[in-house]
């Protein structure tokens, strides 16, 4: 076991309770590449249709763990522990069963959204293929389904833009289609990581509002994988700060920037700026974080 400060109200993050349970149960997760030790043990229960935020400093295994979660890890890698998604163990998973895992039930959008699109072709081809091969829908089907993901997810003129190409879009749009691809199937666990890094600040809050929405209206469970702790401070039901490939620190937003007890959340919640700390109610009372957008 870790070191972890996990709470009580883990896996209940804002009263609401989580009636369904985790989506997603981590336990003693290690990995080491070519003998160095990445992941030493991550506990972690991700409470379904919720949002936890994964924070910690660079280097701490934030992005291993996301590649864990949907079996991307490097070649060389070596995993031990458990994932269990939905009664069923991951770790160990043959490749051919990941399959029928890896953009379908669970998918990752990452932070260069082109590394998920193919620049040569259209997006309405690249959104189509996808649920074509996943879900054996017939074209037209595919195409209708496309345009209303891409309306979903806010790219203008749908129709339109499922005519054009990946570099006739902004960053911000691409990451709009990325996510569309990404919830294409239906998934139900998005891992997110660095999503908003890349983009301009006034269209971070665009994006980080969709991933809230989606949660919210679609019952996604959301992993969102940051350096920034302030965005976690404003969006996530749940915060897992990691370090040195361990999860020190547990729970519900509110506990956790309010009453932090790892010292390195401490000082991360000390970087924040005062406003963002209002924002998350760690500066009023208990009902004020309540509103996640
Ligand atoms: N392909 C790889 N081969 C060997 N080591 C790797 C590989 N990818 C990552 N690592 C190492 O694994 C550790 C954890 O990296 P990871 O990318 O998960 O950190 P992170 O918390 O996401 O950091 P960042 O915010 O900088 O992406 C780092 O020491 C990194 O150097």
């Known amino acids: 076991m870790s070191d972890v400060a996990s709470r009580s109200g883990a896996g209940d993050s804002s009263g609401r309770g989580t009636p369904q349970g985790a989506a997603v149960t981590v336990a003693g997760l290690r990995l080491t590449i070519d003998g160095k030790p990445?992941?030493?043990?991550?506990?972690?229960?991700?409470?379904?249709?919720?949002?936890t935020g994964l924070a910690g400093e660079s280097g701490s295994g934030k992005t291993m763990t996301g590649m864990t979660l949907i079996g991307l890890q490097p070649d060389n890698a070596v995993v031990t522990g458990s994932v269990l998604f939905d009664g069923r163990e991951l770790v160990g998973l043959p490749a051919r069963e990941w399959?029928?895992?890896?953009?379908?039930?669970?998918?990752?959008?990452?932070?260069?959204?082109?590394a998920s699109l193919h620049p040569m072709l259209s997006i309405g081809r690249q959104l189509t293929d996808h649920q074509r091969h996943h879900l054996g829908l017939p074209k037209r089907e595919a195409l209708a389904r496309a345009e209303s993901l891409l309306e979903r997810v806010g790219v203008p003129d749908p129709a339109g833009a499922l005519k054009k190409y990946p570099h006739e879009f902004s960053g911000g749009q691409l990451q709009r289609i990325a996510i569309a691809s990404a919830i294409a199937c239906d998934p139900e666990l998005l891992i997110a990581d660095e999503p908003t890094t890349a983009l301009d600040v006034t269209v971070?809050?665009?994006i980080l509002a969709l991933l809230r929405s989606l949660c919210d209206d679609l019952g996604l469970t959301v992993v969102l994988i940051t350096h920034d702790f302030g965005v976690l401070?404003?969006?996530?039901d749940e915060i897992a700060v990691m370090r040195g490939g361990v999860i020190v620190e547990h729970g519900s937003r509110y506990d956790v920037i309010r009453q932090p007890t790892h010292p390195y959340t401490?000082?991360?919640?000390?970087?924040?700026?005062?406003?963002?700390?209002a924002e998350a109610g760690a500066?009023?009372?208990p009902g004020a974080s309540e509103g996640t957008e």
């Open 266 to 277: 401490r000082e991360l919640i000390e970087s924040l700026p005062m406003h963002e700390l």
């Open 38 to 51: 990445i992941l030493n043990g991550i506990d972690l229960e991700l409470p379904r249709g919720k949002v």
């Open 283 to 285: 500066l009023g009372a």
């Open 233 to 236: 401070s404003s969006l996530a």
């Open 204 to 206: 971070q809050a665009g």
């Open 99 to 114: 399959g029928s895992v890896r953009g379908t039930r669970i998918a990752m959008v990452f932070q260069d959204p082109t």
